[in-house]
């Protein structure tokens, strides 16, 4: 009598274990894709920040010929 009580409540448990960790393996999938658009994200940010710089370069190399032919002058 005592083995079924004990089956019984071992067995609910894992039911109820089951039960709650459905919802949190299904949300893992959600959270990959989260991921992948978010590193997709990251390199476009780095490729934004190179073309940044770079613009800064080439504005401070234009604003020192804007100097130099304005101290020609």
């Given at each position: 009598?005592?083995?079924?009580?004990?089956?019984?409540?071992?067995?609910?448990?894992?039911?109820l274990l089951?039960?709650?960790?459905?919802?949190?393996?299904?949300?893992?999938g959600r959270?990959?894709?989260?991921?992948?658009?978010?590193?997709?994200?990251?390199?476009?940010?780095?490729?934004?920040?190179?073309?940044?710089?770079?613009l800064q370069?080439?504005?401070?190399?234009?604003?020192?010929?804007?100097?130099?032919?304005?101290?020609?002058?």
């Amino acid at each position: 009598m005592v083995l079924w009580v004990v089956l019984g409540v071992v067995l609910f448990a894992a039911v109820l274990l089951v039960l709650v960790a459905l919802p949190v393996l299904s949300g893992l999938g959600r959270l990959g894709r989260a991921a992948a658009r978010t590193q997709a994200q990251l390199g476009q940010a780095q490729t934004l920040q190179m073309s940044v710089a770079h613009l800064q370069e080439r504005l401070a190399a234009r604003a020192a010929q804007a100097a130099a032919a304005k101290a020609g002058k």
